[in-house]
């Protein structure tokens, strides 16, 4: 707690500050006493948030919802003036450290503690999705530790802010280590966006730190979107149910009531009796019982000296109400009305302070000034610029009754879409083109797309479980596919609707099969290395590289031998005391030789997606400073050369012989083994942002106007340009024997195929299903066949 200042309110409808109790990115959250001595948390918006009209609506429809929320371990708001000058919102005070304080305090709590904190956090969320809500800003500050269990807050509000969208500003609010794939890639979040949170949530409990890390934030978020949680010190069961939330796909996340039931299986109740904290947890509790028991001695003994008499008091914040006042209780008692106002009030809720208040040093509920609501080494620099994003509309998520069985499934409307290299590109600082980014608007004149013509039939559907966002790999007359929760599936080409084998017991690392040693390969758990018969299906062999590493995705293979691995290397102090550090790195692992090696790549490139091309003797990459890089595979990853681009280079790179080729506002080719500028061509508007290469052509995809272009390979010049429908150009263009096919940009539209000789639209294929971030993987063999997935099906379809 802190003083109250001559510039605080002293009166706030019915309540009385008391004290401050913290600041976040919405307001100031004050102690409060009701004319009847209870204590409440009083938050109160900022003024440049309470002028923005569309935000005063959100904001009194989000209170509404939120005081309707039940549930024994959640806070819904209790009283509130939505439409007072400055609006605000309380919730009754119940005494006791945020997780993140009592972690801080007193490090990691035991199994059993945790075990019943996820219980009484998943009951929680059951409550607030039964209303139709989402919280989206789960994280240890906040939730609150009570001395019958822990009590989640803020989650009435949350949909009523502008949450993680980039405000117009540029700020980006909410603690990055807690959020979820869907929030870092700008993709619409879900109930299950919760569960990821609450994993997190429950790790950083466990251990004392959060699960995903990074130097900066763009390296943070790349981690949560593509990297495996650090649950090195969080012991069984805690890290298979850690684990459970933090499934990519949303999908595959546990559900709330399953996750309190392998918490607490005879009940949350049960568990979260008095004694469920540690003493020195049920210390902090009982101090802030204390501190609370007698406020107006607490007022005089935090609070300085007021304005002089003289001086102009604060008029009460008020609405419109009965018997002359102005204010609009917003929902019903949780134990019984204060007998005198007619204010709802319990025993139960909690403050809504929404600081982040980090382990390592937040400010506590005791004193000490207020952390802000972003750290400065999460905030994009001043100097940069941003791009203004159009926030989607916050709408409350559907009743129960009317969601489909993946609620998250839902795209973005097309003008706030986020593809997941701008979002990491913004959180970095980095400028974007025409203030936004990739996310550009198509022509708005001329002559509209060719329209396709019927779609061929697929040969055949596979139906099974989740399959994993990667493409299939063809061996011969066989596909290989890679699904939930950790198989390789191999499917024949002339009939795939049933496996010709399945091997069970792969990591769900996103990155295809690969075919090297005369076995598919894939990734095990820690740092192993799984080969398959290709023919059976049986093992062949599994090589582990010790405890010392991680290997999280396969990034291509050479020489038929030797895979490249992304991961980290681990450096531990001692046995007993865990992993230390931990440095990412690319490795060259022979698989004859059983060895790993470590290409150098250097820290800068982590935390952007690499997305190398790789061949016998060159490592092809986009780096993080914007250059185009090619190191050697072999003698220790030595670097050949490096070439300039610019902040709009893209990821993703293509090799066709000799050349390689980049995207951005410009497509360049480069010498692959002198890196000297062979040719480029400029977007007339707009820029190229995904590629494709066969043959002797070379093709990109265009965003003003959407379409695709061919061009020479050799010399550049361009051949022809499909314009099409908005597409997803956050995959590469498959190119076939004679077409080239490209993703829509939204699922529910399917993909397009082009031919590739005249640049003619074809066909559009779909199956009408819209699953999210559950993309299309295309991929074709080259001799006549094309494997479409999407979500838990595969089409076989046939090429002419």
Known sequence: MQPLHPEDPEQLGPYRPVARLGAGGMGRVYLAASPAGRTVAVKVIRPEMAEDKNFRIRFRRE?????????VYTASVVDAAPDDKTPWFATAYVPGPTLAEAVAAHGPLPVETVLALGAGIAEALIAVHAEGLVHRDLKPSNVLLAVDGPRVIDFGIVRARDGYQLTGSGGLFGSLDYVCPEQATGAP??????????????????SG?????????????????????????????????????????????????????ACAPGGAEQVLTEGWLPARVAAMVDDRRAAATDLDRLARTLTPARPTAGAAAAEPL???????????PVGPPSHGADGGDGAAETDRVLPAGDADRRAAGGAGATGGAPPTAEPPERRPPATVAQPAVPVEPLEPAAPAAERSAAPAHRRAPETS?????????VTAGAAVVGGTALVVRGRTGGQRAHRPGPAPEPTWVYRGGPLLQTPAVFNGGT??????????????????????????????????????????????TGATLIGVDLASGAEKFTLGFGRDFQFDQLLGGYDGYVVSVLGARLERQSDEQGVATSTSAVFGVDLRARQAVVIPIDPEDVGVPLKPVIT?????????????TVRSTRGGGGLRWRHPVGYDLRPGLAVLGKTVFAIGSEFIALDLATGKLRWKAKAERGMFASLGAGGNTVYATGTDPYGVYAFNAATGARRWFCETPRLNIDHPIVVGAHAVH??????????YAIDAASGRLLWNFTDGRETGVNDWQLSCDGAGHLVAQHFDRAYGLPVI
């Open 742 to 751: 490209v993703p829509a940009f939204e699922n529910k539209n399917g993909f």
């Open 479 to 524: 596909a290989l596919l890679k699904s939930r929760p950790g198989n390789m599936i191999c499917l024949d080409l002339r009939n795939g609707s049933q496996p010709e084998w399945v091997y069970q017991g792969i990591s769900l690392s996103p990155s295809p099969v690969l075919l090297a040693n005369d076995a598919a390969v894939a990734l095990g």
């Open 318 to 328: 008020t609405v419109p109400g009965r018997n002359g006042s102005r204010r609009t």
């Open 189 to 206: 979040v879900g109930p299950e966006g919760d569960v990821f949170c609450l994993g997190s949530v429950l790790a950083f409990a466990a």
């Open 616 to 628: 016998s003797g060159y490592f092809v990459y986009a780096d993080g400073l914007r250059n185009v």
């Open 209 to 261: 730190h959060a699960p995903f890390t990074g130097s900066a934030a763009a390296a943070l978020l790349y981690q949560v979107v593509h990297g495996s949680a650090d649950l090195t010190l969080v012991p069984e069961p805690l890290h298979k149910i850690i684990s459970l939330c933090h499934a990519k796909d949303p999908a595959l996340r546990i559900s709330p009531d399953r996750l309190s039931a």
């Open 63 to 71: 209170v509404a919802a939120a005081a309707a929320v039940g549930g």
């Open 417 to 425: 879409r986020l593809g997941r290299r701008t979002l990491l590109a």
